[in-house]
C-alpha cells in the first residue's frame, strides 16, 4: 500500500491544470475569432454603407439624367408639333400648283419604269394611260385608278415600246387629295 496520503494529488493535479490550459486555449480562440468577426463585420458595415450612399448618389444622377431626357424629348415633340402647324399654315397659304410627278425612272429591268409623287401631299389618281390612245395598249400599270399616291410613293408600269412607235409616254389625270380640279401630266420614258 502507498503510504504517502498525497501522492494521489499530483496526477490529479496535472489533470486539473490540463483541464485549465484545454480550457484556457479555448477561451483565447473565441476571443480571438470573436475579435476577427467583430473587425469583419465592422468592414462589411462600412462596405455596405459606402456602397448604399455611391448607390444612392449614382439614382440620384440616373433620376436627373431622366429628368433631362424627359424634358428633352417633351421639347422635340413641342417642335414637332410647332412644324406641323407651321406646315400646314403654309400649305394654307400657299396652295400647291406645282406638279407632283416626277420623271419616269428605269427601274434597269426590261421595260419596267417608275414614278414618283414629289411633293408633300397626298395625290387622287384619276386615269393613268398613254399620252397617245393609240399606243395605251403597250402600257401595263401596277393599279388600277382611282387610288391614292401617297409622299413619296411610286407608280410602277411597264412602257413597252417597238422601233415604229418608240416607248410610249404616260399621262397621269390627278387631283390633289380633297381638290375636284383635276389636272393632267405626261412624262416621257427614257431608259
Excluded at 109 to 116: K, L, N, V, Y
Aim: charge should be negative.
Amino acid at each position: 500500500m502507498n503510504t504517502d496520503p498525497w501522492a494521489w494529488t499530483l496526477s490529479t493535479t496535472l489533470v486539473v491544470i490540463g483541464w485549465g490550459v484545454t480550457l484556457v486555449i479555448a477561451i483565447v480562440g473565441w476571443v480571438i475569432t470573436a475579435r476577427k468577426d467583430s473587425k469583419s463585420a465592422k468592414a462589411a458595415r462600412e462596405k455596405y454603407t459606402a456602397d448604399s450612399k455611391r448607390a444612392d448618389e449614382m439614382n440620384a444622377t440616373l433620376r436627373s439624367q431622366l429628368e433631362a431626357a424627359q424634358e428633352s424629348a417633351a421639347a422635340l415633340r413641342a417642335q414637332v408639333e410647332q412644324l406641323r402647324e407651321a406646315n400646314r399654315i403654309a400649305d394654307d397659304a400657299n396652295p400647291f400648283t406645282s406638279v407632283p410627278w416626277g420623271d419616269p425612272e428605269w427601274t434597269g429591268h426590261g421595260a419596267q419604269f417608275t414614278i414618283r409623287n414629289m411633293s408633300s401631299r397626298n395625290v387622287d389618281v384619276v386615269r393613268l394611260s398613254a399620252s397617245d390612245e393609240e399606243l395605251d395598249g403597250l402600257m401595263s400599270f401596277d393599279q388600277q385608278p382611282p387610288f391614292t399616291c401617297e409622299p413619296n410613293s411610286r407608280i410602277s408600269y411597264m412602257a413597252f415600246g417597238t422601233l415604229q412607235t418608240g416607248t410610249p409616254d404616260i399621262e397621269i389625270v390627278w387631283r390633289w387629295e380633297g381638290d375636284e380640279e383635276e389636272h393632267t401630266t405626261s412624262r416621257q420614258n427614257i431608259k
